[in-house]
């Protein structure tokens, strides 16, 4: 388990578990040299949150509903808001999540729900023991169980993302054919170039010891 370490460091964004697991060059160009450019994803993402991010609150059916809720925990040294939280008539306090495009499960986005549960129990000491990611293409929610697997890998994570934002060098790009060309930074990230740069080093340092078969795979 992680201790106290809200005196000593600066909180880490809970966005920024959703962007280290889908990329940790990313992560860090966002959260560490504060670069972020929009896209037509992102762009859209933005419009679909502001109902979110303008509504205070409502009730519906004896449930309180509260919107873009500010939330922390002084224990993992973590800091940002929750897109909606439900605090319902029998005690349960629901987190849930907003997210562009059709119901699909993501680890990144179960984890940084996760990281709001921790967040909401620490803040209300409650068991926060269920969430949801509500997919705003589908309109569709996806229950997720906030489990001690899920707790444990988002724990871990947060270690890990701290000593990433610590270092002074930005990490290698991961140049995934699936995520590079949708992300928003693709132009200032630039992960084909300069891996192909690297490749280009690579064989240079190994031109008197190439051999003919890897030659041929060049």
């Known amino acids: 388990m992680v201790n106290n370490i809200a005196d000593s460091i600066e909180k880490i964004p809970l966005s920024a578990l959703n962007q280290y697991v889908y990329c940790p060059r990313r992560c860090y160009l966002i959260h560490a040299e504060?670069?972020?450019?929009?896209?037509?994803?992102?762009?859209?993402?933005?419009?679909?949150?502001?109902?979110?991010?303008?509504?205070?609150h409502e009730i519906k059916q004896d449930v309180r509903i509260e919107f873009a809720l500010p939330v922390w925990s002084d224990r993992l040294g973590l800091t940002g808001r929750c897109d909606v939280v439900e605090f319902r008539s029998d005690g349960i306090v629901y987190p849930v999540e907003y997210k562009h495009g059709k119901r699909k499960k993501?680890?990144?986005?179960?984890?940084?729900?996760?990281?709001?549960?921790?967040?909401?129990?620490?803040?209300?000491?409650?068991?926060?023991?269920?969430?949801?990611?509500?997919?705003?293409?589908?309109?569709r929610r996806r229950e997720v169980e906030i489990d001690s697997d899920l707790r444990k890998t988002t724990e871990s994570l947060i270690i890990e993302i701290r000593s990433l934002l610590d270092q002074?060098?930005?990490?290698?790009?991961?140049?995934?054919?699936?995520?590079?060309?949708?992300?928003?930074?693709n132009s200032l990230c630039q992960p084909e170039l300069i891996n192909e740069i690297r490749r280009i080093k690579y064989w240079s340092d190994q031109l008197f010891d190439v051999s003919e078969e890897e030659w041929d795979s060049l």
Request: glycine share 4%; proline share 4%.
């Open 168 to 185: 002074s060098r930005c990490p290698s790009p991961i140049a995934d054919k699936k995520r590079c060309p949708d992300c928003s930074l």
């Open 34 to 56: 504060g670069e972020f450019t929009d896209n037509v994803h992102t762009e859209s993402g933005s419009r679909e949150h502001e109902r979110v991010d303008t509504l205070l």
């Open 106 to 139: 993501w680890l990144n986005d179960d984890l940084q729900l996760t990281a709001q549960a921790l967040c909401l129990e620490e803040m209300l000491n409650v068991s926060v023991s269920f969430g949801a990611i509500y997919h705003i293409q589908s309109r």
